[in-house]
Nanobody, 126 residues
Protein backbone atom coordinates (compact mmCIF):
# COMPACT_ATOMS: atom_id res chain seq x y z
CA UNK A 1 0.00 0.00 0.00
CA UNK A 2 1.38 3.38 -1.02
CA UNK A 3 1.58 5.97 1.74
CA UNK A 4 2.66 9.58 1.56
CA UNK A 5 3.16 11.51 4.79
CA UNK A 6 3.77 15.25 4.70
CA UNK A 7 5.34 17.25 7.50
CA UNK A 8 6.90 20.64 8.13
CA UNK A 9 3.94 22.96 7.85
CA UNK A 10 3.26 25.72 10.33
CA UNK A 11 2.56 29.37 10.99
CA UNK A 12 5.21 31.81 9.76
CA UNK A 13 5.49 35.47 8.92
CA UNK A 14 5.72 36.94 5.45
CA UNK A 15 9.28 36.70 4.18
CA UNK A 16 10.11 33.64 6.23
CA UNK A 17 11.17 30.24 4.95
CA UNK A 18 9.77 26.77 5.55
CA UNK A 19 10.68 23.29 4.34
CA UNK A 20 8.06 20.66 3.75
CA UNK A 21 8.87 16.96 3.60
CA UNK A 22 6.96 14.06 2.14
CA UNK A 23 7.99 10.53 3.12
CA UNK A 24 6.86 7.84 0.69
CA UNK A 25 6.47 4.11 1.15
CA UNK A 26 4.92 1.20 -0.67
CA UNK A 27 6.23 2.01 -4.13
CA UNK A 28 9.61 2.09 -5.86
CA UNK A 29 10.07 5.74 -5.06
CA UNK A 30 12.80 6.40 -7.60
CA UNK A 31 10.63 5.27 -10.51
CA UNK A 32 7.95 7.94 -10.13
CA UNK A 33 7.74 11.67 -10.48
CA UNK A 34 6.52 13.48 -7.38
CA UNK A 35 4.68 16.75 -7.05
CA UNK A 36 3.39 19.26 -4.55
CA UNK A 37 -0.06 20.77 -4.85
CA UNK A 38 -1.85 23.22 -2.59
CA UNK A 39 -5.39 24.20 -1.85
CA UNK A 40 -6.52 27.32 -0.05
CA UNK A 41 -9.98 27.61 1.52
CA UNK A 42 -12.61 28.24 -1.14
CA UNK A 43 -10.17 27.69 -3.98
CA UNK A 44 -9.31 24.81 -6.25
CA UNK A 45 -6.26 22.63 -5.96
CA UNK A 46 -3.26 24.01 -7.82
CA UNK A 47 0.06 22.59 -8.90
CA UNK A 48 3.02 24.07 -7.06
CA UNK A 49 6.11 22.12 -8.06
CA UNK A 50 7.20 18.72 -9.27
CA UNK A 51 10.35 16.65 -9.66
CA UNK A 52 10.89 13.91 -12.20
CA UNK A 53 12.72 10.61 -11.87
CA UNK A 54 16.02 12.11 -13.05
CA UNK A 55 15.62 15.32 -11.09
CA UNK A 56 13.90 17.43 -13.72
CA UNK A 57 11.79 20.09 -12.04
CA UNK A 58 8.75 22.16 -12.87
CA UNK A 59 7.22 25.09 -11.01
CA UNK A 60 4.12 27.18 -11.17
CA UNK A 61 4.72 30.78 -12.12
CA UNK A 62 3.54 31.92 -8.71
CA UNK A 63 6.37 30.16 -6.86
CA UNK A 64 9.15 30.13 -9.42
CA UNK A 65 12.31 31.62 -7.95
CA UNK A 66 11.03 31.27 -4.37
CA UNK A 67 10.38 27.54 -3.97
CA UNK A 68 12.72 24.62 -4.66
CA UNK A 69 11.59 21.03 -5.02
CA UNK A 70 14.02 18.15 -4.57
CA UNK A 71 14.06 14.45 -3.85
CA UNK A 72 16.26 12.09 -1.87
CA UNK A 73 15.81 8.64 -3.33
CA UNK A 74 17.83 7.00 -0.56
CA UNK A 75 15.36 8.38 1.98
CA UNK A 76 12.25 8.00 -0.18
CA UNK A 77 11.51 11.63 0.55
CA UNK A 78 10.61 14.67 -1.51
CA UNK A 79 11.11 18.19 -0.19
CA UNK A 80 9.69 21.61 -0.88
CA UNK A 81 11.90 24.45 0.29
CA UNK A 82 9.81 27.60 0.46
CA UNK A 83 11.41 31.02 0.78
CA UNK A 84 10.15 34.59 0.74
CA UNK A 85 6.75 33.32 1.76
CA UNK A 86 3.71 35.50 1.10
CA UNK A 87 0.26 35.46 2.70
CA UNK A 88 -1.12 34.15 -0.60
CA UNK A 89 1.01 31.02 -0.13
CA UNK A 90 -1.22 30.04 2.79
CA UNK A 91 -2.87 26.71 1.99
CA UNK A 92 -2.88 23.02 2.72
CA UNK A 93 0.02 21.48 0.85
CA UNK A 94 -0.23 17.95 -0.52
CA UNK A 95 2.38 15.72 -2.07
CA UNK A 96 1.43 13.23 -4.73
CA UNK A 97 3.03 10.47 -6.77
CA UNK A 98 2.69 10.09 -10.54
CA UNK A 99 0.43 7.35 -11.82
CA UNK A 100 2.93 6.63 -14.63
CA UNK A 101 6.47 5.52 -13.98
CA UNK A 102 9.70 6.92 -15.37
CA UNK A 103 8.37 10.35 -16.23
CA UNK A 104 11.02 13.03 -15.90
CA UNK A 105 8.82 16.01 -16.76
CA UNK A 106 6.22 16.27 -13.99
CA UNK A 107 2.65 16.91 -15.06
CA UNK A 108 0.77 19.88 -13.64
CA UNK A 109 -2.55 18.02 -13.80
CA UNK A 110 -3.75 16.47 -10.59
CA UNK A 111 -5.43 13.66 -12.49
CA UNK A 112 -1.97 12.38 -13.45
CA UNK A 113 -1.24 11.56 -9.79
CA UNK A 114 -2.78 8.55 -8.12
CA UNK A 115 -1.65 8.69 -4.51
CA UNK A 116 -1.87 11.69 -2.23
CA UNK A 117 -0.80 12.54 1.28
CA UNK A 118 -3.08 13.88 3.97
CA UNK A 119 -1.72 17.41 3.64
CA UNK A 120 0.15 19.84 5.86
CA UNK A 121 -1.08 23.33 6.66
CA UNK A 122 1.00 26.39 5.86
CA UNK A 123 -0.16 29.75 7.15
CA UNK A 124 1.72 32.94 6.32
CA UNK A 125 0.81 36.03 8.30
CA UNK A 126 1.37 39.52 6.95
Amino acid sequence: QVQLVESGGGLVQAGDSLRLSCAASGRTFGAYAMAWFRQAPGKGREFVAGVGVSGGTRYSDSVKGRFTVSRDTAKNTVYLQMSSLKPEDSATYYCATDRRDWRDHPSVAGIEYDYWGQGTQVTVSS
